[in-house]
């Protein structure tokens, strides 16, 4: 299947330090998603992206859709203990279909006090 | 509000036992999905269902089987469990055929032994 290359794999940092992370694909995807698992519970929705190049704000996190449709990145800025957790990159392939979303790998954030 | 509900949450097989995985959505969504997510692979598409009726292979079919009920509910099952199928299990639906906002259950997480 398709693979999205979601980098980077975990991220150590402080309290409050702003955090980037970021997928590529060698696909063209449509749709771009960021997903945030908590510990024992399911995926949830944080940012859906639908244009090339748009970029769009949640609160303290932003994600943008890259240019080339190849490409997504999410911003956590000033983080706090809660945004523990592993983000996942989404995409949903060019055309669309039933089949669902290819994910990311995975990005495991953790904040040292 | 329930959302997308599985059950159970655990459970432990014997290696050549069978079991179905349980999940409903209240959210009068059109498709389903059923994952897998293994340490370091992040979240592969194992069958989907775009609508009531139908289903479809994902990435990763073999060993398992499908029944979209109705349009609440689709099982997923076990026929002869292999350690190699221990996992924690995500069902997901969605509103769109092309699993945009895919909106996930709390997982089952599967040990075969």
New interface residues.
Partial sequence: ?QQ?N?SPQSMFIQEGEDVSMNCTSSSIF??W?W?KQDP??????LI?LYKAGELTSNGRLTAQFGITRKDSFLNISASIPSDVGIY?C?G?KSG??????T????THLIIQP | NAGVTQTPKFQVLKTGQSMTLQCAQDMNHNSMYWYRQDPGMGLRLIYYSASEGTTDKGEVPNGYNVSRLNKREFSLRLESAAPSQTSVYFCASSETRGGTEAFFGQGTRLTVV
Avoid: C, M, R, S
Wanted: charged share 10%; proline share 4%.
């Fill in positions: 299947g999205l979601q449509n749709t998603l997903y024992g519970e399911g995926p949830v929705l859906a996942f989404a949903l669309g279909g039933a089949d669902g979303l994910f990311g790998k995975g």
